[in-house]
């Protein structure tokens, strides 16, 4: 009887570890309200600007509001891409993790402007959209397929690979990963904005 008992243990907690891995509907909720926050932000931010708001730089290395916009715009492909194609594919993390700490983090940690990053090579702005009304049509299209990710697959917890933060993230994180992208990138349109020299009009 004790040894039907401890082993019934087992697997109750091996079934609660499980458990605690899938997609509930509140992190489902917060990923979508996350998702149309950064939207919406953006979105905010890069309305009705001139054409000298939009090619102004601060300073000759860095870039405008309209290089920032391409930015966010293509990186929203490339990371959900990812998700797609290798996230969704990969086995699950092995290792016990705190999946409501590690979510906060990977929100928090991307969205940080005071540590400094290097866009990868194909994220670098080159004009790919021709202008920043067609780079916030394709962020509005590209996102639109993030948000259908986070509202239909049911296994967003059960897959995770490594990544730039130093932990394995899920394809959830990933997803929160890319709109805090998009957070990180809104602040530095503002940030553009607070030069001295920043055209009025």
Not at 17 to 42: C, K, M, P, V, Y
């Amino acid at each position: 009887m004790k040894r039907f008992l401890l082993v019934l243990g087992l697997v109750f907690t091996a079934t609660s570890w499980l458990s605690a891995q899938s997609l509930t509907s509140e992190d489902r909720e917060r990923g979508l309200a996350h998702l149309e926050r950064t939207r919406s932000a953006f979105l905010a931010e890069v309305k009705d600007l001139s054409a000298e708001q939009l090619a102004f730089k601060a300073a000759p290395e860095r870039w405008s509001i309209a290089q920032v916009a391409e930015h966010i715009a293509a990186a929203e492909d490339f990371l959900r891409e990812m998700v797609e194609k290798q996230v969704l594919s990969a086995p699950a993390r092995t290792e016990e993790v705190n999946l409501g700490e590690l979510d906060q983090f990977v929100t928090t940690a991307i969205a940080d402007r005071s540590h400094k990053a290097q866009a990868p090579e194909p994220l670098v702005p080159s004009n790919r959209f021709g202008s920043t009304a067609e780079s916030v049509a394709h962020f509005k299209e590209s996102r639109a397929k993030t948000v259908a990710l986070m509202t239909t697959k049911t296994d967003l917890r059960e897959h995770a690979i490594d990544s730039p933060l130093g932990k394995k993230l899920d394809a959830y994180q990933w997803l929160l990963f890319i709109s805090a992208h998009c957070e990180r990138h809104t602040k530095q349109i503002a940030e553009v904005k607070t030069a001295p020299d920043y055209p009025k009009s």
